[in-house]
């Protein structure tokens, strides 16, 4: 598959803070790509080089294999979907649809046709007369898609486009993209700071920090087998547990918890005995109970409170100076629980994921 | 009780906003119409017609300097608008902080100067004496004294100098308000700076444009003293006739009645302007 | 009675009692120049009347005085030429009483001119206080070729010449083409003859011209800088400017200068007459007339006030006018009512004329 997207070793200064610094990345055709990182992370920097309004201090950028770095954004294959959408208030559904195409100096009949075809394709027929202020949240959000997708970019860039919605919106705004996006087969780059958004909509993610990757995976695998301590905390929750390395085999590595007591994880790199780590166990993978199988870790909790949610019910305990949080299950396995009361806690050690504390 | 002391409170609040028009606007415009269709014969005798409003269309220098007026307020206005835009643009769109203050500071700093200094400051650059004489001489480009002052161009050059301000800020407010992202999005989808000028920032800068040319045409038609300083001996001003009727012929009726030309007739242009580009007051003063 | 009529009246009371307070105050509205500082102190000092002085000119007091119907002002100083036609036409002045006035402190010959030029109906309206002319202030630099108004227009001062769009100098430049526009004052189609041919004049003579002035210090300033090098203009500023550069001055016309007299005349709803009066005599002292003379360049119809002039002033004087310059002077006659509304559209015409 080739790449519609590749970039190497880009570096964006701002004085001496380096807010893009050392990224390279490759996006296959037709791919969902996401770049997650909280704010301030550099992530939006990134996607102003890729769309042209900034210039890279090093490094290069190459879109279906044609260097882009001195292409002005008028003239790169590249269209994005900005934060606030940006529509021209001063014009009608149509004429948003139809600027770009005009630019392309497409005939009016042929721009017409186009512009009623896409609003279609996104679900808006008809509303081509409508300005853009008489539209809700989600009409103006698939207005924007339009304007956008009209022009058959090799590359869309999206700027948290969601974020605007309210939450149930976006749920469903979220799926709808992952369907247009395979739809029209146009090579997505998504940035987000909301971790669910990336993993629901994404073929690929790329969690980013300090102006650097961290890990670039399928969604899946970033869940599962986090590379760092900050993408295992950052992309979903997590209980983190610190202590001193007892033992490592292959497998395992063993761990003496600051607050007493025993645990085993899988070790995420080369772990010396005697170095400080912290163990990372997803709630969903600590369960609670007296009677786990013997290989299991256990720890014993205080229990602060329950929090009911349906299936995502969880309970808040706690171990010293941490919150731990554990799902509780709705199918009665548990019984009634007290606040105060103590808790056991356990997991299987595959589960678990330890890093050297040096990492965090 | 309660409404009644609500009504009161404002009955209030505005009587001295109702006195102002009423007494400073209305009342003198009112007295203006009547002295302008008296007939004057002697000091205890006067009788109606239209005498004054059929000189203005009988003799042709009052209709040719009325129509010289308001095409040279045009051309000052347009060229304001060319002038003031980038700035504009340059204080909302590209200054930051203090340097925004500082610019908008020197826009407003030749205001704290009387019309009368400001237009003598450019005479003393414009002269055939002055500033700019002696540079374009001292630089070799010209052989002898140039006179720069007493004709059109200098006229409307202090004009511009004037208005500029009443430009920038109605401008300035609503380029302020213009999201970046929306440019961004005019170039991202292929335009050029054309395009984007065209299509993006000048629709929505309207209002801003059409109220900011609204009031430097007003103020530069009704300007007197820069036409009658700066101009030449041809350079009539509209308001020059209405100050000789007044002041130095003491015919207040002719005055009062170009007074009143000059008002409907500028409402006029402005409501023609108006339609012509395709805005309306209130969108307009939003 | 609604509010704004009480408003109104509130407002005047008010004024009247602010004005009735100050009893003892002259409002006098006169020329820059025509009321020196020393001389008002002096008054004050002698008096204790407080003198408030406006400046003016011809056009500003009628306007000020119409407005009012001649309130606002206990003493003015109008040109004899425009007392009776405004007088008659918009009844702003009230007659003297010659009783009270000392004219053995004036000029006979010039208090009867001005006795028989302000006089309507029996009444006197003004006694003379300072004179003038209006001529040429010529540079060495065109001193032989501008020797007459007309003169203005030659090709040797193209470009360096500047006048007022007053009627001044649509009355000089009748003279210059050798009509006699004060003799046709009281025949309007003759008037109006001579000022079509002075128009056609300034007309063509329109490229010559740099600017129309309006303002004496304007005037000063293009003279000064060389700018201009003739100008019509009148006969205290060529003096002034005398006495900064010897190589400008002041030039009666061979047509002959514009005399022009400014008089005392007393505004018809005048508060304090005792004060004007007193005024009146107490400037034309010959000590305190020169000294408004040195102020304003101008002299006086005081008698003997020359004694006391200065000399520079008395020098550039003599050299401007000599006995024949000085007989052939015109005297501004009354102006009739209706005039200058003709010679308004003929000044509206040269300034629109391209």
Not at chain 1, 176 to 187: D, P, S
């Amino acid at each position: 598959m080739s790449s519609d997207l590749y970039c190497t070793d880009l570096v964006r200064r701002f004085g001496e803070h380096r807010a893009v610094d050392q990224v390279s990345l490759d996006v296959p055709a037709g791919s969902f790509f996401s770049i997650l990182g909280p704010s301030g992370c550099g992530k939006t920097t990134l996607l102003r080089l890729l769309a042209g309004f900034d210039r890279p201090d090093s490094g290069d950028i190459f879109i279906r294999d044609q260097r882009m770095n001195t292409v002005p954004p008028n003239k790169r294959p590249v269209n994005m979907v900005f934060q606030h959408l940006a529509l021209f208030p001063t014009m009608s559904v149509a004429d948003n649809i139809g600027y770009g195409l005009k630019r392309r100096k497409v005939a009016a009949a042929e721009r017409r046709k186009k512009t009623e075809r896409v609003l279609e394709q996104v679900g808006l027929p008809g509303l081509g007369d409508r300005m853009p202020q008489q539209l809700s949240g989600g009409q103006r959000q698939r207005v924007a898609l339009a304007r956008c997708l009209v022009l058959e970019p090799t590359l869309l860039l999206l700027d948290e486009p969601l974020g605007a919605l309210d939450l149930k919106l976006r749920e469903q705004m979220k799926v709808e993209l992952k369907h247009l996006q395979k739809a029209f087969g146009t090579t997505f780059v998504y940035i987000t700071h909301d971790q669910s958004e990336a993993l629901v909509m994404s073929d690929r993610v790329a969690v980013m920090r300090n102006g650097r990757f961290d890990q670039v995976a399928a969604p899946d695998v970033l869940y599962r087998e986090p590379a760092t301590p900050f993408v295992a905390s950052f992309v979903g929750d997590n209980n983190r547990l610190d202590g001193e390395v007892l033992g490592v085999d292959n497998e395992r590595v063993r761990l003496r918890l600051d607050t007493g007591g025993e645990v085993s994880g899988r070790p995420s790199s080369a772990l010396a005995v005697g170095q400080r780590a912290s163990l990372f166990i997803r709630p969903e993978s600590m369960l609670i109970g007296a009677d786990l199988p013997a290989s299991f870790s256990r720890i014993e909790t205080q229990l602060s409170t329950t929090l009911f949610d349906g299936a995502n019910s969880r309970i808040e305990t706690r171990l010293g100076e941490r919150e731990l949080f554990a799902r509780l299950p709705q199918d009665g396995s548990v019984g009634d629980l007290q606040p105060g009361t103590t808790v056991s806690l356990g997991w299987e050690p595959q589960r678990a994921t330890v890093f050297a504390e040096a990492q965090v | 009780m309660n409404r009644t002391a609500g009504k009161l409170s404002l009955l209030l609040l505005l009587t001295p906003f109702v006195l102002w028009i009423v007494l400073l606007v209305l009342l003198p415009h009112v007295q203006m119409l009547r002295v302008s269709f008296q007939v004057r014969e002697s000091w205890d005798s006067l009788s109606w017609g239209v005498t004054q409003y059929s000189n203005f269309f009988a003799e042709s220098y009052y209709w040719r300097t009325f129509i010289r007026t308001g095409v040279m307020s045009m051309l000052t206005t347009a060229l304001t608008l060319l002038i003031g835009f980038p700035i504009a643009w340059y204080i909302a769109k590209l200054a930051r902080g203090r340097a925004r203050g500082v610019l908008f500071l020197a826009c407003l700093i030749p205001f704290w100067a009387s019309e009368l200094v400001r237009t003598y400051g450019w005479m003393i650059l414009l002269r055939e004496s002055g500033l700019f004489s002696g540079w374009l001489q001292a630089l070799g480009w010209v052989d002898g004294p140039v006179e720069l002052l007493y004709n059109d161009a200098a006229v409307i050059v202090g004009l511009v100098y004037n208005a500029l301000l009443f430009m920038v800020v109605p401008l300035v407010t609503t380029l302020d308000g213009l999201d970046d992202n929306l440019v961004e999005a005019g170039y991202d989808l292929g335009g050029n700076h054309w395009n984007v000028l065209r299509e993006v920032v000048i629709p929505w800068a309207m209002p801003g444009i059409v109220s900011g040319c609204i009031v430097v045409f007003m103020l530069t038609l009704g300007s007197y003293l820069t036409p009658t300083l700066m101009g030449g001996k041809d350079s009539a001003w509209f308001t020059q006739q209405i100050f000789t009727q007044f002041i130095t012929r003491f015919n207040w009726e002719q005055g009062a009645a170009l007074g009143v030309l000059l008002l409907v007739l500028s409402s006029l242009l402005v409501w023609l302007g108006l339609r012509l580009t395709g805005q309306n007051l209130r969108k307009v003063l939003g | 009675m609604n509010t704004l009529h009480r408003l109104g009246l509130g407002l005047l009371a008010t004024t009247w009692v602010i004005s009735s307070v100050q009893a003892d105050e002259l409002r006098l509205l006169t020329w820059g120049g025509y009321a020196p500082d020393a001389v008002v102190a002096q008054f004050e000092e002698e008096t204790g009347i407080d003198v408030q002085v406006t400046l003016s000119n011809n056009e500003d007091m009628i306007s000020k005085l119409r407005a009012t119907g001649g309130a606002g002002f206990d003493l003015a100083q109008p040109s004899q030429d425009r007392i009776i036609g405004v007088q008659r036409q918009f009844n702003i002045y009230q007659p003297l009483d010659m009783s009270r006035i000392e004219s053995d402190l004036f000029q006979a010959s010039m208090l009867s001119a001005t006795r028989e030029s302000t006089s309507l109906n029996g009444n006197q309206y003004g006694v003379p206080a300072v004179w003038g002319t209006s001529g040429l202030i010529v540079a060495d630099a065109a001193a032989n070729t501008v020797t007459d108004y007309t003169d203005l227009c030659a090709d040797a001062v193209a470009g360096r010449v500047s006048y007022r769009l007053k009627r001044p100098t649509l009355i000089g430049f009748a003279y210059a083409m050798g009509e006699d526009p004060f003799a046709a004052y009281n025949d309007e189609g003759e008037y109006r003859a001579i000022l079509e041919k002075v128009e056609a004049e300034l007309i063509d003579c329109k490229p010559n011209v740099k600017t129309y002035w309006s303002g004496g210090d304007q005037l000063l300033a293009l003279l000064r800088t060389g700018e201009v090098t003739a100008a019509m203009a009148w006969d205290a500023g060529g003096w002034t400017l005398n006495a900064e550069d010897a190589s400008i001055n002041f030039v009666a016309p061979e047509s002959g200068a514009l005399g022009w007299i400014d008089t005392f005349a007393l505004p018809r709803r005048a508060e304090n007459l005792d004060a004007a009066y007193q005024w009146i005599n107490f400037v034309m002292r010959p000590e305190i007339a020169a000294q408004i003379t040195n102020q304003s360049g101008n002299f006086t119809a005081s008698v003997g006030a020359d004694a006391f002039v200065r000399a520079e002033l008395r020098d550039a004087y003599r050299a401007s006018f000599d006995q024949d310059a000085l007989d052939n002077i015109n005297w501004y006659p009354p102006v009739p009512p209706g005039l200058e509304a003709i010679e308004g559209q003929v000044l509206d015409r040269i300034q629109a004329a391209n």
